[in-house]
């Protein structure tokens, strides 16, 4: 093994060992961003420029092509027939009259279904994409009350709606456990996170809570979600000769792409997974049954397939967030300082995934204290495997601990901001690492200033007619994640025009503008001169859009890219250019060319050099480095969330009327973008708070308001103006000085909802979401 | 969806011939049944386009409102006359579904809406003797958040989700029919049925009877009447619960009032208890709370929805009093 | 009779169980109109019918004959964009940019009732004449979900335009 794949399976978390024990020691200049960026010390180029989104002419005018609008020649439309238990075995399976059906090309069951090997489920390899450890329609078993159990192909889409409503199942039903309590009684185990304990110990917690002055004890609950992005998922499907194309809503296409050559037990590269534009994703547009079904399908019909999940479908056959049970207990003494930090629970999954809810996760970094007691645990229920949902852990792990933090703050007599900063870590209490940039106390300091913190009064003091009005904040933080795999290639042509190809996605973040930004400030041309090709895995690489880590990784794989175009390049340029005899690390982009860093007048143009080389182009591919630096420093980004919600003293409907979010997050690289991003979390922490739940009926495990009009998500009446601001302070030892700030947004903005309606009306809510009944009693 | 052939009818007397034997439905702006019929729970082989029936607003000889079966919900809610003269249906109606939707919905659709049960809505996976009768009913013991506190039955507890409805039914308003047997009217609280043991009738109306339009008697205290919706989110959701109200109110003496609430009951739920309550009481909060009191008195909370009762409550209490100017 | 999209001429589907979201998206491959819920509960599939804005995927393409639907794609020619398109830009009143062609019409069709003085569940009082405040064009857009939270995006850029020429 190399110490590339070494470090990549640590930085994973596959491996425990001598690898994470020596990162940490290693001197900074070996580690990747222990040089800081160049681009961070350069103040007057695109970054930190409010630009447009470059695909915004496309979006508005309805130009842009998502998955389902790819037409293909003689495509057949599918339609899903799903499983009505929770476990068991199909016992009867008439498709006879859906067969017949006017239209009908094709029912596929387990009886007639290609044998397919099971996808291999994310976390069991690098590139494996797979939702669960289980096969796709190959046998007559059921594990959830929702899993696809028939594909109906027809001419139209008109037709197999219809057909699939014909099929009639019956089943033996097996023994299950849909209960959160039943499945406790079963018993708990200790969850594990990307292939880490999700345990931290020490000193002894419970001992110190109990002879702590002052404490606070409560459990926190919060309910199943779904992500709901607008765009149902899709995909439109075809097999080429021997080799598939997939034309999807996707965050992982290269993963994707592996993990349905392992199903159809193909090479990699005869399978292509291309998602120019993703519909919204939040971590729900991952692989799930309906691409490989598609797929099967498709291969199964000989025709092209497109496969649109109704909105009921994506709640029965792709995952959301799971439920949670946390336990959040502080003691502190009279001033404040904590003692003892305790944040334990429990979160179901199913047996045949691996995805416990990782609400600590926030809570190891967040607070100095004496003594830590942190740990999840899992029990299994039957259910659809539960997936990533916008800021998995800390979205709801933040709504116990600044909820909890809040409520202390109230016992002690202590303003909440002022609480948590008494307790402000050194360094990262919990690894002991250092951060490589921590600036919460600048975003408390400023976000306080500007939300007027200071006009907070004493539980329900104030009143407006009918409305009691109250204030609160909490503590959001995300870590920086960078994840191995990701690649760029840049190709550079003598019109002095850059294309730049990343496996990436653009799910509505802004990658593909910022992409470009990052990508023309590198290498020295102007915006219009760089073309940022993505979505597609056809191009070299990995990259997740997920954990927020997109941008480091583009951005680290881009200056691996520039290195080495810069190396070939210097080659191409040879003994008559002014850069001759010039070594890599002595030369940069700029101008549309290169030049010696500390003699600027020495320099060649990139149109000249591939002249005189007589070359139309060069192009060069690289990998980013390996995400050491991860190990090196405790990184994080952090926020500090400020909300008014107006609580109706008549009907208790509460609606939030002002939000602040101010964050740290690193250098801003498009402020334009990045105030969406923020906001657009910070709206999700609001329907975290105040709305969302997807409601599992323990009685048989079936999700019961599937559909969009009765999972509700906040209505622009709900969204007040959202005051955005950041401290902009680049983070050394990234990319471009940039955190992501994708998931962010969303992390402590439900404990901040709580803690206004607490400061409205004197009633905590411990379980979201706050609805109007649990302030009536 | 199940195949069905369509005809588009221009009149009352078209859609009835139209609509004759077999499994017609008349179509409105098809905002709830063609959402019913594509998740099969409505299997129509023939649909009778109604938007051609009347559209006409109309003042009727004794000073009320005759409204055509076609009139769109946003045509009635702007309407002046309406606006003016019985605000509480505007506001019952804009309080209601999204612009779009009003835009396209009926009012005679509107009367036939369906519950938004969510085990009526699951097709495949949930008994419910609404959609099969006899099958049982799997909301009891579930998810009941939206459901019914008063009049419900063991065999079913669904809710009437209309706003519009419960406005009409504090108005007295009157339902013109036709069928076969000729043209009837009916009046508003006779339209909807409470469940008993048949929940999987929502309406009295006969096989093939046509609603042709709605009259509403001239109450000229309702100029200042309201509608109060209380939901989950600020806008584009069913009410949990909802309240119309008008009241007259004369030297501080209830003389006369309107009351109904929706998100209670099978069917918009007209207060008749509170009302003989509050007439030719002192228009107080004390005497709005009494009467809340009793209105309620025989609901029965199901698993979700204990919080109905209370709610309901404070909000026939401060619409009362809002309309009233009444104080403690 | 045929239907106009866009000003062509359009003919009725065969299957009457064709909705106008699915003639549009997969009949006449104008995918700008977006399928979010099939069920008029988001707002996605909005186009406008003889200047007012429906929810498509409700609709029964056969109950629209001779009647005139204006999709995203026919609010500007060519290249060019219109006002309202480039205030969403300006603005970023969008992300992912799906629910973005139902807003965009839906706002033109609120702006056009609002003009008509329709009110709206907000309006203090509804004998007024319309005044299109912030909270009355979040109320007005509600129909209108985003699941990006692009929504002060959105509402700025209708301010700034269709809203805004009402004022004048």
Redesign the interface.
């Known amino acids: 093994m190399s110490i590339l794949d070494t470090a990549r399976e640590a930085a994973q978390g596959l491996v425990q060992g001598a690898m994470a024990k020596l990162v940490p020691l290693a001197p900074d200049s070996w580690i990747p961003g222990g040089v800081p960026d160049p681009l961070i010390a350069r103040k007057h180029g695109l970054i930190g420029t409010s630009v ?2 470059l ?12 998955a ?2 790819f ?1 293909l020649d003689d495509m057949v439309y599918a339609a899903l ?2 499983a ?1 238990i929770p476990r068991g075995r199909i016992a009867t399976l008439d498709v006879a009259a859906a067969e017949a059906a ?1 239209g009908v090309v094709v029912v596929m069951t387990h009886r007639n279904a290609p044998r397919m090997k099971q996808p291999a489920v994310f976390g069991s390899s690098p590139t494996a994409a797979g939702p669960a450890d289980l096969p796709i329609m190959q046998d007559d078993r059921i594990h959830w ?1 929702g899993q696809p159990i028939a594909v109906v192909l027809a001419g ?3 037709q197999a ?2 057909a699939v ?1 014909l099929i009639v199942t019956t089943y033996d039903v097996e023994e299950s456990v849909t209960s959160f309590a039943a499945a406790k009684e079963k018993g708990a185990a200790p969850a594990s996170f990307m292939g880490q304990p999700l345990l931290n110990e020490i000193g002894d917690a419970d001992a110190m809570l109990a002879a702590a002055p002052h404490k606070v004890d409560q459990v926190y609950r919060t309910p199943r979600h779904n ?6 998922h899709a995909a439109t499907i075809a097999w080429v000769g021997g080799d598939l194309v997939v034309h999807d809503a996707s965050q992982l296409v290269s993963m994707e792409a592996a993990t349905i050559a392992g199903v159809f037990d193909l090479k990699v590269e005869q399978v292509r997974v291309t998602s120019p ?6 971590g729900g547009k991952c692989l799930w049954d309906h691409q490989i079904l598609g797929a099967a399908a498709a291969k199964l019909a000989g025709r092209p397939v497109r496969i ?1 999940l ?2 009921e479908g994506v709640y029965r056959g792709v995952g959301g967030r799971t439920l949670t049970e946390q336990r959040v207990a502080i003691g502190a003494a009279a001033g404040g300082h904590f003692q003892a930090l305790i944040h334990a629970g429990t979160t179901a999954t199913t047996p045949h995934n691996n995805m416990p809810e990782p609400f600590i996760l926030g809570t190891r970094a967040g607070y100095a204290a004496d003594s830590f007691k942190l740990s999840v645990d899992v029990v299994r229920m039957n259910m659809l495997a539960n997936t990533f949902m916008r800021a998995p852990g800390e979205s709801v792990g933040t709504f116990a601990l600044e909820s909890a933090i809040d409520e202390l703050a109230a016992d002690l007599g202590i303003d909440p901001i002022e609480l948590r900063i008494r307790n402000e870590p050194e360094v990262d209490p919990t690894s002991g690492l250092p951060f490589s940039s921590r600036h919460i106390v600048e975003a408390w300091r400023a976000g306080a200033a500007k939300f007027g913190w200071d006009k907070r009064g004493l539980p329900g003091a104030r009143r407006e007619g ?1 409305w009691l009005i109250g204030m609160g904040c909490a503590t959001g933080t995300y870590p920086y994640y960078r994840m191995p795999g990701a690649a760029a290639r840049i190709t550079l042509d003598r019109a002095g025009t850059a294309l730049v190809e990343v496996a990436a996605h653009e ?4 990658t593909s503008t910022t992409t470009t930004m990052v990508a023309a400030e590198r290498l020295g041309l102007p915006l219009e001169a760089v073309e940022v090709r993505y979505g597609d895995s056809i191009i070299p690489g990995a990259i997740l859009a997920g954990g927020s880590q997109q941008t480091a990784a583009i951005g680290a794989a881009v200056i691996a890219a520039h290195n080495a175009l810069v190396a070939e390049l210097l080659k191409l340029a040879g003994n008559d250019s002014p850069l001759a005899g010039l070594s890599p690390d002595e030369v940069g982009s700029e101008d549309g060319g290169l030049a010696k860093l500390d003699d600027p007048a020495r320099r060649e143009s990139y149109a000249s050099i591939l002249h005189r080389a007589q070359r139309d182009h060069v192009s060069v591919s690289a990998e980013g480095s390996p995400p050491l630096e991860l190990m090196h420093w405790s990184m994080h980004s952090h926020s500090a969330i400020f909300c008014e919600a107006r609580v109706n003293a ?4 509460v ?1 939030v009327s002002r939000f602040l979010g101010s964050f740290d997050c690193g250098r801003i690289l498009n402020p ?2 990045a ?3 923020f ?6 922490g609001l329907g975290l708070a ?2 969302e739940e997807t ?1 599992f ?1 323990e ?2 495990g ?1 999700i ?2 599937p ?4 999972y ?8 007040p ?2 005051d955005v601001i950041w401290t902009d302070i680049a983070d050394p030892h990234t990319p471009m000085g940039a955190h992501g700030v994708g998931e962010i947004g969303i992390t402590g903005v439900a404990a901040a909802v709580a803690n206004a309606v607490y400061n409205a009306t004197g009633t905590r809510v411990r379980d979201l979401p706050i ?3 649990k302030l ?2 | 969806m199940t195949p069905f052939s369509y005809a588009r009818a221009n009149n009352a007397a078209e859609a009835l011939q139209l609509g004759r034997g077999g499994a017609a439905n008349y179509l409105g702006g098809g905002t709830n049944l063609v959402d019913l019929m594509r998740e099969t729970i409505a299997k129509p082989d023939r649909l009778v386009d109604v938007t051609g029936l009347s559209d006409a607003i109309t003042d009727t000889a004794d000073d009320g409102l005759l409204i055509g079966a076609a009139v769109r919900n946003t045509a009635l809610a702007e309407h002046p006359a309406v606006r003016t003269r019985y605000p509480m249906l505007s506001r019952a109606i804009l309080a209601g579904a999204s612009a779009q939707i009003r835009n396209m919905a009926t009012v005679g659709g509107n009367l036939l809406q369906r519950t938004r049960c969510t085990y009526f809505y699951d097709t495949d996976g949930s008994r419910c003797n609404k959609r099969v009768p006899g099958s049982g009913c799997d909301a009891v013991g579930g998810f009941t958040r939206i459901h019914a506190v008063l009049g419900a039955s063991p065999a079913c507890v669904a809710t009437h989700p209309s706003d519009m409805c419960v406005a009409l039914a504090a108005l007295d308003a009157v339902v013109h029919v036709e069928g076969a047997g000729g043209a009837r009217t009916l009046s508003f609280g006779d339209l909807h049925r409470l469940p008993g043991d048949r929940p999987e009738l929502d309406t009295v109306l006969e096989v093939g009877e046509l609603i042709t339009a709605i009259e509403l008697p001239p109450l000229p205290f309702a100029a200042s009447s309201t509608y109060r919706k209380v939901r989950d989110r600020a806008s584009y959701a069913f009410a949990l619960i909802s309240v119309a109200a008008a009241i007259d109110v004369v030297d501080g003496e209830i003389r006369d009032v309107r009351l109904a609430l929706g998100g209670v009951a099978h069917k918009p739920w007209r207060a008749t208890t509170a009302e003989a309550l509050l007439r030719g009481r002192p228009a107080t909060e004390a005497a709005f709370r009494d009467a809340a009191i009793a209105e309620l008195a025989d609901a029965r909370p199901l698993r979700d929805n204990g919080f109905k009762i209370e709610l309901a409550k404070r909000t026939i209490v401060a619409v009362l009093g809002d309309l009233s100017g009444a104080t403690a | 009779m045929p239907i106009l999209v866009n000003g062509s001429a359009v003919a009725l589907p065969n299957d009457p169980r064709v909705s106008l979201l699915d003639l549009l998206r997969e009949g006449l491959h104008l995918s700008g109109t977006k399928k979010g819920c099939n069920q008029g509960a988001c707002g996605a599939c909005t186009v406008l019918v003889d200047g007012e804005r429906i929810l498509s995927c409700l609709a029964l393409a056969v109950q629209y004959e001779g009647r005139s639907v204006t999709t995203i794609e026919g609010l500007s020619d060519g290249d060019g964009l219109h006002p309202l398109q480039q205030a969403f830009i300006d603005h970023d009143g969008f992300q992912c940019g799906y629910c973005t062609p139902g807003q965009i019409c839906s706002a033109i069709g609120m702006a056009a009732e609002a003009k008509r003085g329709v009110p709206s569940h907000v309006s203090a009082d509804l004998s007024t004449d319309v005044r299109l405040t912030r909270e009355e064009l979040q109320e007005r857009m509600s129909g209108n979900l985003c699941r990006c939270g692009a929504h002060n995006g959105i509402i700025d850029a209708i301010r700034d335009t269709v809203a805004a020429e009402l004022a004048a």
């Open positions: 447009s989104r695909d915004g002419a496309l979006k508005v005018k309805g130009a842009a092509r998502f389902a609008e037409a027939a799903f009505t006017s009350n139209t889409q008109e709606d219809h409503s992500h709901n992005a607008i765009e149902p534009y993703v519909g919204g994703g939040f649109v109704t909105r009918e799910m509505g973040m802004g008549v009907t208790r409907e609606r334009k973008t105030r969406s991003q906001r657009g979390g910070m709206i999700m105040l709305m409601e009926d009685r048989n079936r019961m308001n559909s969009l009009a009765e509700h998500v906040p209505v622009h009446l709900d969204v103006e959202i609805t109007l009944d009536l009693v």
